[in-house]
T-cell receptor, first 112, second 109 residues
Framework: DGGITQSPKYLFRKEGQNVTLSCEQN?????MYWYRQDPGQGLRLIYY???????QKGDIAEGYSVSREKKESFPLTVTSAQKNPTAFYLC???????????FGQGTRLTVV | GESVGLHLPTLSVQEGDNSIINCAYS??????FIWYKQESGKGPQFIID?????DKRQGQRVTVLLNKTVKHLSLQIAATQPGDSAVYFC????????FGSGTRLQVQP
């Protein structure tokens, strides 16, 4: 079955450590996105990529980094520069600019 | 800048009633709109979409209405069921999907 997979579902890290969240899709979608969601809040865009080897900052990119070396993969690194990294992270992909997005099931990151 | 807002953060309805969730947007150039449903602890799921050349689109138990004059979008859910309880987002489908804060729909038995 085609879909988008995020791993792990839960992640715990110590403060000051970098951590990388995985996002893989087998939908042959060109565009991929990373969002952050805090409790009771909406989704805020961190980074997005329209094509391999290219990506753009979203609204809250500070303290995060991404890469897009392969079409099917868009990993997100939460760096030690991110002041409040504890959140629910969602990855999505779309066929084009104006098509429905498919979301992964999210990674809940807790930094202690 | 771009913005998408929801009129009400929480909407409570009785099971079997119809629900109407409203959404306002600011960018008059927007030409594609999507409604998503997010259940607790899960990623959003696509419900229905509409393009700016339409003012109404119907799905199974759901209808989306688009009023470009006042930049307003609504999602109507017929015969609301407990399984409809979730947060609903209206999204402008552009190069970077723009989400609002969502409306939490609570279905009372």
């Amino acid at each position: 079955d085609g879909g988008i997979t995020q791993s792990p579902k839960y992640l715990f890290r110590k403060e000051g450590q970098n951590v990388t969240l995985s996002c893989e899709q087998n939908l042959n979608h060109d565009a991929m996105y990373w969002y952050r969601q805090d409790p009771g809040q909406g989704l805020r865009l961190i980074y997005y990529s329209q094509i391999v080897n290219d990506f753009q900052k979203g609204d809250i990119a500070e303290g995060y980094s991404v890469s897009r070396e392969k079409k099917e993969s868009f990993p997100l690194t939460v760096t030690s520069a991110q002041k409040n990294p504890t959140a629910f992270y969602l990855c999505a992909s779309t066929w084009g600019a104006d098509t429905e997005a498919f979301f992964g099931q999210g990674t809940r990151l807790t930094v202690v | 800048g771009e913005s998408v807002g929801l009129h009400l953060p929480t909407l409570s309805v009785q099971e079997g009633d119809n629900s109407i969730i409203n959404c306002a947007y600011s960018n008059s150039a927007s030409d594609y709109f999507i409604w998503y449903k997010q259940e607790s602890g899960k990623g959003p799921q696509f419900i229905i979409d509409i393009r700016s050349n339409m003012d109404k689109r119907q799905g199974q138990r759901v209808t989306v209405l688009l009023n470009k004059t006042v930049k307003h979008l609504s999602l109507q859910i017929a015969a609301t069921q407990p399984g409809d309880s979730a947060v609903y987002f209206c999204v402008l489908g552009r190069r970077a999907l723009t989400f609002g804060s969502g409306t939490r729909l609570q279905v009372q038995p």
